[in-house]
């Protein structure tokens, strides 16, 4: 069993960053692929960034390509997403998430565990 906590969210203005972290309980955090969705209000829950078990490959969605980070500390069993050049249809509360399987996943049911998700608010 794998649980996890985000922190780093808030508010901050557009153009502005956030870094994301998210720690991990458990031995076989290594071995995951992990993820970062997001939900805003109203709207479903879509996916935002993946990495593999490694940190060798990650994946994003088009909307921020560019503008987002994923990165993993398997050491410290800890992923991050930093978050540059946000913009108001950045906010949503940001989950992450962890697959027992250790490649890239973009479907939320391909991932087991997640968080309980901290606020990003982006002003205009």
């Known amino acids: 069993h794998v649980q996890l906590v985000e922190s780093g969210g808030g508010l901050v203005q557009a153009g502005g960053s956030l870094r994301l972290s998210c720690a991990a309980s458990?031995?076989?955090?290594?071995?995951?692929?992990m993820g970062w969705f997001r939900q805003a209000p109203g709207k479903e829950r879509e996916f935002v960034a993946a990495i593999d078990w490694s940190g060798g490959n990650t994946y994003y969605t088009d909307a921020v390509k560019g503008r987002f980070t994923i990165s993993r500390d398997n050491a410290k069993n800890t992923v991050y997403l930093q978050m540059n050049s946000l913009k108001p249809e950045d906010t949503a509360v940001y989950y992450c998430t962890a697959g027992s399987t250790p490649a890239i996943a973009t479907m939320a049911a391909a991932y087991d565990y997640w968080g309980q998700g901290t606020q990003v608010t982006v002003s205009s």
């Open positions: 458990g031995r076989t955090f290594g071995t995951y692929a």
